[in-house]
């Protein structure tokens, strides 16, 4: 969906407007950090699952009207919210998690921070929306330092072919959320927005549910504890209904321009809270990851000059 323009608010609402921008950065963040923080503890699929399914009750109360009155319009869309759950809630949840087993936070948040420009390559190849050579050149920049990123900056880890199959799971899940986010935005909805999430959420759990219940014959069960049930209720809470409503409301206020300073906050938080929380070490070739990976969101995103 195209991003709304702002609507003209008071002082008070802008200054909300950059906390939550801020804490979005953060709450997003915090997907990155207790992915890796639970990965040895709670099986992937079933904490995807549970994510998302209490997300969807969060968001009930909001839309359960609206997606009861164009009920009709949901089951028409069904093979576009089955495909978008799959995506978003399926893959950008239980391959990330997957992913956080073999891999560090920093990795994930540098990595994911490349959707973005996978974004409008994807609108390239997909729908034939025109790239201009700035653009081409931020793609390449941020792929570049994806690249560096998932090599551990060695030349030799490309030429013996030995990746971690953490990062190639984060981005498989980056590449998924890219095309989630083309196909959203290309795909026509007579469904009102929190209403489509809320279906599109429901096919993400038609998507996973036969993973989750293979699951505990080929890994492990679902454990019940305070502990579990604590971290699936943060992450449908924080990254889950929290980020997602943050995020409507700083563009809603601030338009797409400042709003788009999440993408690079996210991965500067997840790196730093990784450092101080999770004991992670930060490499050179982070830092050679961020010098490629914001320039390159910076170049590939920045607004072109009205003609």
Same mark, same amino acid.
């Given at each position: 969906?195209?991003?709304?323009?702002?609507?003209?608010?008071?002082?008070?609402? +802008?200054?909300?407007?950059?906390?939550?921008?801020?804490?979005?950065?953060?709450?997003?963040?915090?997907?990155? =950090?207790?992915?890796?923080?639970?990965?040895?503890?709670?099986?992937?699929?079933?904490?995807?699952?549970? +994510?998302?399914?209490?997300?969807?009750?969060?968001?009930?109360?909001?839309?359960?009207?609206?997606?009861?009155?164009?009920?009709?319009?949901?089951?028409?869309?069904? +093979?576009?919210?089955?495909?978008?759950?799959?995506?978003?809630?399926?893959?950008?949840?239980?391959?990330?998690?997957?992913?956080?087993?073999?891999?560090?936070?920093?990795?994930?948040?540098?990595?994911?921070?490349?959707?973005?420009?996978?974004?409008?390559?994807?609108?390239?190849?997909?729908?034939? @929306?025109?790239?201009?050579?700035?653009?081409?050149?931020?793609?390449?920049?941020?792929?570049?330092?994806?690249?560096?990123?998932?090599?551990?900056?060695?030349?030799?880890?490309?030429?013996?072919?030995?990746?971690?199959?953490?990062?190639?799971?984060? =981005?498989?899940?980056?590449?998924?959320?890219?095309?989630?986010?083309?196909?959203?935005?290309?795909?026509?909805?007579?469904?009102?927005?929190?209403?489509?999430?809320?279906?599109?959420?429901?096919?993400?759990?038609?998507?996973?549910?036969?993973?989750?219940?293979? @699951?505990?014959?080929?890994?492990?069960?679902?454990?019940?504890?305070?502990?579990?049930?604590?971290?699936?209720?943060?992450?449908?809470?924080?990254?889950?209904?929290?980020?997602?409503?943050?995020?409507?409301?700083?563009? +809603?206020?601030?338009?797409?321009?400042?709003?788009?300073?999440?993408?690079?906050?996210?991965?500067?938080?997840?790196?730093?809270?990784?450092?101080?929380?999770?004991?992670?070490?930060?490499?050179?070739?982070?830092?050679?990851?961020?010098?490629?990976?914001?320039?390159?969101?910076?170049?590939?995103?920045?607004?072109?000059?009205?003609?």
């Amino acid at each position: 969906m195209s991003a709304p323009e702002p609507k003209p608010a008071s002082g008070n609402e +802008r200054l909300l407007a950059y906390v939550l921008l801020v804490a979005t950065a953060l709450m997003f963040a915090a997907n990155m =950090l207790t992915a890796r923080a639970t990965s040895d503890e709670l099986p992937p699929v079933a904490l995807a699952f549970w +994510r998302w399914a209490g997300a969807l009750v969060l968001l009930l109360p909001f839309c359960a009207t609206s997606l009861w009155r164009h009920r009709y319009a949901a089951l028409a869309e069904w +093979r576009d919210m089955l495909l978008l759950g799959a995506l978003g809630m399926g893959i950008c949840g239980a391959v990330v998690y997957m992913g956080a087993a073999t891999t560090s936070a920093t990795n994930i948040g540098l990595i994911y921070a490349a959707s973005p420009v996978l974004i409008i390559l994807f609108a390239r190849l997909f729908y034939g @929306e025109r790239m201009n050579a700035r653009q081409m050149l931020g793609v390449a920049l941020s792929l570049a330092g994806v690249l560096v990123v998932i090599a551990r900056g060695q030349l030799q880890t490309f030429l013996a072919v030995r990746f971690t199959i953490g990062d190639l799971l984060i =981005l498989a899940a980056a590449i998924a959320w890219a095309v989630y986010s083309v196909v959203l935005k290309h795909r026509p909805s007579a469904l009102p927005p929190t209403a489509r999430l809320a279906a599109i959420t429901i096919g993400g759990l038609v998507s996973l549910l036969p993973f989750v219940l293979a @699951e505990p014959f080929v890994y492990k069960p679902y454990p019940l504890s305070w502990h579990s049930i604590g971290v699936a209720a943060f992450l449908a809470l924080v990254p889950g209904f929290g980020a997602y409503q943050a995020y409507g409301y700083v563009q +809603r206020h601030l338009g797409a321009g400042p709003t788009g300073l999440i993408m690079y906050m996210s991965p500067l938080f997840t790196g730093l809270l990784g450092f101080l929380l999770l004991g992670e070490d930060l490499r050179p070739y982070h830092l050679a990851g961020v010098l490629l990976v914001l320039p390159g969101i910076f170049l590939a995103t920045r607004p072109g000059r009205p003609k």
